[in-house]
């Protein structure tokens, strides 16, 4: 595939075996203890080469225009927060980080998220859990502009990539009745908009998974630009 993304910078060797070894180690012993013992092999063989790849995939991005970055503070920690969970286990069983606008976790204007486990995990766009204001503001967007939000969707399922709802409504939302009748009503529905690809093992173990992730970075923005789009605009009229 033919893309505009600038060529690769300084890159991401893979995973050795040692990382995966370490995330199957810890679904057996998921405890501090453990996990205290293993902490200098999870820094060397996991977290470090993870936000190498985070970096990595940042600097490939560079220059695309796609305003997506990040690096080791877009990488999340892999202590659950257990408060309101009934598994009490300490440990994540996987790494994950995101590419922001802001380079940050905590940017609120849609990402890709990347997740490494023992089978892979995967690459992912949208906007997850976006709060009640901007899930409103992606409604009216959808609702003010239903043939290009179609077009869209179409576009990136014919590259294997469809739309897909973290969470939807039964019944249309307050303020968008009027179109339960519409091609748009199962988008009003949604709660969140995400497009995900499946990474393989193998994928991790070669620097070709940063290639893999600038392209669906690729392929996915223009989803992220028309949310992101709808975000500014509800701005601006408040």
Known sequence: MTSSLPSAYPTFPGFKPAAFEFLQAIEANNNREWFQAQKQTYHQDVRDPFIAFMEAASNRLDGSGLNLRGGKQSVFRIYRDVRLSKDK???????GGVLSYSGTKKDTRG???????IDGGFVAAGFYQPGSQQLGAIRTAIAESPEEVLN?????????LPLQATESLKRMPRGFESFANSEVANLLKMKGYIIRQGLT????RSHAVVETVAQFAHSAYPWLAFGREALANARLKH
């Open 111 to 117: 990402v890709i998220y990347i997740q490494f486990g």
């Open 89 to 95: 286990t300490p440990y994540k069983t996987h790494l």
């Open 152 to 160: 869209l969707a179409k576009a990136l399922s014919d590259r294997g």
């Open 201 to 204: 093992p193998a994928l991790w």
